[in-house]
């Protein structure tokens, strides 16, 4: 996650990748300790 943001993302930051959404829940000496990964939802079916 990390690399992918250029830098140790904070908790409840959130990005897409891959068809997922990554939700960071906590961070531990400048690393992601828990995360939650879920499905991306079609533009259409948003709320």
């Given at each position: 996650?990390?690399?992918?943001l250029?830098?140790?993302?904070?908790?409840?930051?959130?990005?897409?990748?891959?068809?997922?959404?990554?939700?960071?829940?906590?961070?531990r000496?400048?690393?992601?300790?828990?995360?939650?990964?879920?499905?991306?939802?079609?533009?259409?079916?948003?709320?």
């Amino acid at each position: 996650m990390a690399a992918r943001l250029g830098r140790v993302p904070r908790p409840n930051e959130s990005f897409s990748a891959g068809g997922a959404v990554f939700t960071v829940r906590r961070v531990r000496r400048s690393r992601v300790f828990e995360a939650i990964v879920a499905p991306e939802k079609p533009a259409g079916q948003a709320r």
